[in-house]
């Protein structure tokens, strides 16, 4: 069974920058996918990034059109660990923020549904 741990939520000042961390168990990862994804309160549940790798090609990344420039999402191969390094926060920022993973077939790296693991989330508040 796949586990997924988010750390490294907090409270921050806008313009700060935060880095989330998302340890991967339960399973090989040499093909997979892993995003993130956040939701504030009273919203629906926005994607936010994702990373995809196959073991004979480069990895390849997805961002919110909104976040691109700011968020940056990557992975270190040896701790199954993918990271979301958020810089320049806004009060708007504010929300859950949860790691999801699936495998890489078919599209939709950006769509929530089409994860099939989920980590319990991490808080990430931003002051104005």
């Known amino acids: 069974q796949v586990q997924l741990v988010e750390s490294g939520g907090g409270l921050v000042r806008a313009g700060d920058s935060l880095r989330l961390s998302c340890a991967a168990s339960?399973?090989?990862?040499?093909?997979?996918?892993m995003g993130w994804f956040r939701q504030a309160p009273g919203k629906e549940r926005e994607f936010v990034a994702a990373?995809?790798?196959?073991?004979?090609?480069?990895?390849?990344?997805y961002y919110a059109d909104s976040l691109k420039g700011r968020f940056t999402i990557s992975r270190e191969t040896a701790k199954n660990t993918v990271f979301l390094q958020m810089n320049t926060l806004q009060p708007e920022d504010t929300a859950t923020y949860y790691c999801?993973?699936?495998?890489?077939?078919?599209?939709?790296?950006?769509?929530?549904?089409?994860?099939?693991?989920w980590g319990q989330g991490t808080q990430v508040t931003v002051s104005s």
């Open positions: 999801a993973a699936r495998g890489t077939s078919g599209n939709g790296y950006t769509v929530a549904l089409t994860y099939a693991y």
């Open positions: 990373i995809r790798w196959e073991s004979v090609s480069s990895d390849s990344t």
């Open positions: 339960g399973r090989t990862f040499s093909s997979w996918a």
